[in-house]
């Protein structure tokens, strides 16, 4: 059985992955500064971008909630993985063997390493059988079933649409002649156990592969297509280690790229719904598999279209959109509003602008499209209108506002959903707006209809634990988020002489090839912060600047912050990571060079002027009978120092 993964080829992944692509997958990056980008955390709950990534030095730190770390560290992080696993995703994807210690055993006590790949590859070669078996004979309902909705053979081979035949077990003897074994085919979710072994999970189906982010699949869905079969009418993949249903959106890997470029995200309820959006020309379009849109799917959302400049909420009817938009596509029907209800619970959790884009007729996009042509879709998208609106006009609706006791049951009903808008400023504007489709001139009868219901603490869609603690983590008021305490923290930055410090050793970890040798003349105290101190002793014992620009050389600012990090303990890695990719204050590339050397040479100064002040101090102590030869020497010192200082401020 193969051990764990050799040292020189983790660091090898380490130096081939670009790190910023990895994270540019979750997150929408913008540039901020010399080679530093920056967005919203894949880790916690912001409305400003705080996580920064800065390639040269392979690494990412959030100045939110303090998560950092290298590319592995990310994929761990962002998808779940453990250390073997998603060394050996980032391997795959940058085409690299790996190589194991013989004899040294797993890496987690009872499983194999790479198990995770082997469920990727299992799922993989699945696609490509199922994708396979739609243009055989037996698939004949499957392709009628597509062209009856108006996919032809290259839309299916785009989403990668196939069919699962409708025998027992041709996926898994397939699989089974591929290598896999039965504990891998169980634990993939492609088989089902029974009461004479595994068999197909899906068998008569049009299939769809369930993809993640990255592209890799991780599950299916597949619609029935049989009058024999008996199952659901759609049946998912169950959860498995790679499929969580709360945590996968289908069509995100085709449709991230235009979410980030168009800052919009169209969540419809179907697999044919995303296909029929993405063909009429709305690329935006996702669907959830099998469950409600829930605040996992609303962090993926939020991850890829990134800050949207303001404040969470919506815009009001006829106003224009600042920053990216989230837009479900509801029926007009009771269903419908019950589910823009359930949305408008999690509305808050997204830092975009949410619409609701209703078709009154009752028709899904993929009907839609065929009844009245791709066209008719993009008009449904683009008469969108604020969540918030029409969940109030839809509660509305179902009173008579022609009577005094219609409308104020209406206020009742509606003061909830105005009280459960977070956005201090659109709050007071749909107060007013209430009063006007109330028919009521009192809009301070509205204003305290409104208050009244803030104080009770309820509002439609808000789940019990929200409206227990009344507020979620990151509004004001709120606890913080919790940032871990097994690690170093940073010195207060009002400190002028420790913000010196600071900025010394983020040039010394970001930029050592334009360190002066100066720096490594530093005496061990020059850093009188505990915290710096401790990544200053970790950057000595790597070698100094003289061993950094030989590393650098030979291996990239990755491997030269792998090195100090190698020196440095555990409680410091965290601090080392967040010096690593600090934005500097100076970002023109011509003048970094000079920004670098000044920084050092400022800490240095520092660093001779306390020196300087020592030497005084301990001849002010001598006494009368001092030695002479005592004082002789402290006198020359003093002299060589202020030389050196002299010569280093007109440098």
């Not at 050996?88 to 890496?107: N, T």
């Not at 003897?173 to 504990?183: I, K, Q, S, V, Y």
């Not at 156990?193 to 599950?219: A, H, K, N, S």
Request: proline share 6%; net charge neutral; charged share 25%.
């Amino acid at each position: 059985m193969a051990g764990r993964i050799l040292r020189e080829d983790v660091e090898a992944v380490r130096e081939r992955v670009h790190i910023e692509e990895v994270v540019g997958a979750h997150v929408a990056l913008r540039p901020a500064g010399v080679g530093s980008l920056k967005g919203l955390c894949p880790f916690h709950d912001e409305r400003s971008p705080s996580f920064h990534v800065r390639p040269q030095v392979g690494r990412y730190h959030c100045f939110g909630c303090g998560e950092g770390g290298d590319v592995i560290a990310f994929v761990q992080k962002v998808d779940g993985l453990g250390f073997t696993d998603a060394v050996e995703y980032l391997a795959s994807r940058a085409g690299m063997q790996l190589r194991y210690e013989e004899g040294g055993g797993p890496s987690r006590p009872g499983e194999e390493p790479g198990r995770r790949r082997r469920l990727l590859d299992a799922h993989r070669i699945a696609e490509e059988f199922y994708r396979e078996q739609l243009v055989q004979p037996q698939a004949a309902a499957a392709r009628a079933f597509l062209a009856e909705r108006g996919f032809d053979r290259s839309a299916a081979d785009d989403f990668g649409v196939g069919f699962a035949p409708q025998g027992w077990d041709a996926l898994l003897r397939h699989l089974r002649g591929r290598g896999f074994t039965e504990a891998e085919l169980t634990a993939s979710g492609l088989v089902s156990q029974g009461q004479r072994g595994i068999y197909d999970r899906f068998r008569g189906r049009l299939v769809w592969p369930i993809r993640e982010v990255t592209g890799e699949t991780v599950g299916f869905g597949a619609r029935r297509l049989f009058d024999e079969d008996n199952g659901p009418k759609y049946l998912n993949t169950p959860e498995t280690p790679l499929y969580r249903k709360s945590h996968v959106l289908y069509g995100i890997d085709l449709a991230k790229r235009e979410i980030a470029r168009e800052k919009q995200v169209v969540v419809v309820e179907g697999y044919t719904d995303v296909m029929a959006m993405h063909l009429s020309g709305v690329r935006t379009a996702v669907a959830t598999c099998g469950t409600a849109f829930g605040p996992d799917h609303a962090r993926i959302v939020r991850r890829l279209v990134g800050d949207s400049g303001g404040a969470a909420g919506v815009q009001l009817a006829g106003g224009s959109s600042v920053g990216g938009e989230i837009v479900f596509t509801f029926d007009g029907d009771a269903a419908g509003q019950k589910a823009a209800l359930r949305a408008f619970g999690e509305d808050q959790a997204l830092t975009a602008q949410t619409f609701v884009a209703v078709e009154p007729s009752g028709m899904d996009p993929c009907d839609l499209r065929q009844a009245r042509g791709p066209d008719a879709v993009r008009a449904l998208v683009s008469s969108r209108q604020p969540l918030f609106e029409f969940v109030i006009r839809s509660t509305l609706a179902a009173h008579d506002l022609r009577t005094a006791e219609g409308r104020v049951a209406a206020l009742r009903a509606t003061a909830p959903v105005v009280a459960g808008i977070r956005d201090s400023a659109l709050r007071p504007e749909y107060e007013r707006l209430l009063a006007g489709w109330l028919g009521m001139d009192d809009v301070a009868g509205v204003r305290r209809a409104v208050a009244g219901a803030a104080r009770r603490g309820s509002r439609p869609g808000a789940r019990p634990a929200e409206r227990d603690a009344g507020r979620r983590a990151g509004e004001p008021g709120a606890a913080p988020t919790p940032v871990p305490v097994a690690r170093m923290t940073a010195p207060d930055r009002r400190d002028p002489v420790a913000q010196v410090e600071r900025t010394a050793l983020e040039v010394v970890l970001q930029h050592p090839t334009l360190v002066p040798a100066e720096f490594d003349q530093l005496a061990p105290d020059a850093c009188t912060a505990p915290a710096y101190r401790a990544v200053h002793e970790a950057v000595r014992a790597a070698g100094g600047i003289t061993a950094a620009q030989r590393v650098v050389a030979a291996g990239g600012g990755t491997a030269w912050v792998g090195a100090v990090l190698d020196e440095a303990a555990e409680p410091v890695h965290a601090l080392l990571t967040e010096l690593s990719v600090a934005p500097l204050p100076e970002d023109r590339p011509d003048a970094l060079p000079a920004y670098v050397r000044g920084v050092v040479l400022r800490l240095v100064d520092i660093g001779i002027t306390r020196r300087i002040a020592d030497v005084r101090g301990r001849l002010q102590r001598l006494g009368d009978d001092a030695d002479p030869a005592e004082q002789r020497a402290l006198l020359g010192e003093l002299m060589e120092l202020e030389a050196q200082r002299r010569t280093l401020r007109s440098a």
